[in-house]
């Protein structure tokens, strides 16, 4: 009778963490940034029916990276805890530490069970308070550890590079405009170049505590966006030489189905 193949539980956590953060890191980078009248999110995505940032709650927005069909369980599930918790107490006692708490809980149980491959996913959690010493921005990563940011956070593909760009920038209480600017032009930068993003290709959205409304979620449309962006210098023109389906210069995404 042949020994069991044994592998020794280090190992097998260090197994599905870089399972993990290679799936990750083959998606786009998301940003947020606290501005001066909330929280922004910008991240490149040219689908317009698969949402990267979302709304939770009245106060409380979530922003993923990776597998979509993982992070959208994901939102559905908190939105769901959301509501009850408004429902069943008060609409104040829903907050973004309760549910990174929840999120934590859940990926750090499927991160350490052996039945199930880890989730390669990462998240934020935020959530915009009345002034901007109570905004809060919580990342959570695929094996439910959690981190306070604060002034501004980045995850998914070229994270270090976008960071080490936005942290130049100084753009933390900036107006929406200049942090909206600053964002979408790290989010452009990478080790081999710069590159200009379509607005097409954005999606971007805000907690914006000076609306009116209890809802402080606000996605930010083409128009609008080409308002706050002004001038930019051109777009690289193709590779006319590049193989058909072939990715374009300056990016590292598969030419089918790219991660969100």
Do not use: C, W
């Amino acid at each position: 009778m042949s020994a069991p193949f044994y592998v020794s539980p280090e190992q097998l956590m260090k197994d599905r963490a870089d399972f993990a953060r290679k799936g990750i890191a083959r998606g786009r980078s998301v940003v947020a940034v606290q501005y001066a009248d909330g929280i922004l999110f910008v991240s490149e995505n040219p689908s317009q029916a698969l949402h990267k940032v979302s709304e939770i709650y009245d106060r409380i927005a979530f922003a993923a990276v990776g597998r979509y069909n993982e992070f959208e369980n994901l939102r559905i599930a908190g939105v769901r805890l959301a509501d009850m918790r408004g429902y069943a107490y008060d609409r104040r006692d829903v907050t973004g530490r309760g549910l990174a708490n929840a999120y934590a809980q859940t990926l750090g149980t499927i991160f350490s069970s052996g039945g199930e491959k880890p989730y390669e996913v990462e998240i934020f959690v935020a959530e915009v308070g009345d002034t901007p010493g109570e905004d809060q921005i919580f990342r959570l990563t695929y094996d439910g550890q959690v981190a306070d940011e604060q002034g501004f956070a980045v995850m998914g593909g070229s994270a270090e590079a976008v960071a080490t760009r936005l942290r130049e920038a100084d753009v933390v209480g900036a107006p929406l405009a200049d942090a909206l600017r600053a964002a979408v032009t790290a989010l452009g930068h990478s080790e081999t170049g710069d590159r200009v993003i379509p607005v097409g290709d954005l999606e971007v959205a805000v907690l914006d505590r000076t609306r009116a409304q209890t809802r402080k979620f606000l996605r930010l449309m083409p128009a609008r966006l080409e308002d706050l962006l002004g001038e930019r210098a051109a777009a690289p023109a193709p590779d006319a030489s590049a193989a058909p389906g072939a990715p374009a210069a300056g990016t590292d995404e598969p030419p089918i189905a790219p991660p969100a």
